[in-house]
């Protein structure tokens, strides 16, 4: 799991049915100062996050398939999980 800020919506004209029904959202990886570190993804939302929000980000293909219980052979590996309210580095 990754906490990441919600960066912008994603549309796709044409996308595998699984993500049908589903909102994708560029998430950037922050640090635990808020800080961006690494490189942003894309991510569904399963938790109705919203732009600049801080989320928790599953990025576990496996972990992905047993919350959305769609079977073994679903192409969706990053899945927003919890919105942060706050974060202590103590």
């Known amino acids: 799991m990754r906490c990441c800020r919600v960066v912008a919506p994603m549309w796709a004209a044409v996308k595998h049915p699984a993500f049908a029904g589903r909102a994708l959202f560029v ?4 640090d635990e100062h808020g800080k961006d570190t690494g490189t ?6 399963n ?3 919203g732009i600049g ?3 928790i980000v ?3 293909g496996n972990g992905v398939r047993q919350i959305l219980q ?3 052979i679903v192409p969706i ?8 309210d706050q974060v202590s580095t103590t």
Do not use: C, W
């Open 47 to 49: 938790v109705q996050a």
């Open 27 to 30: 998430v950037q990886p922050v």
């Open 40 to 45: 942003s993804f894309v991510a569904i939302d």
């Open 77 to 84: 590996r990053s899945m927003i999980v919890g919105i942060v």
């Open 58 to 60: 599953l990025t576990e």
């Open 53 to 55: 929000d801080k989320v």
């Open 70 to 72: 769609m079977g073994d």
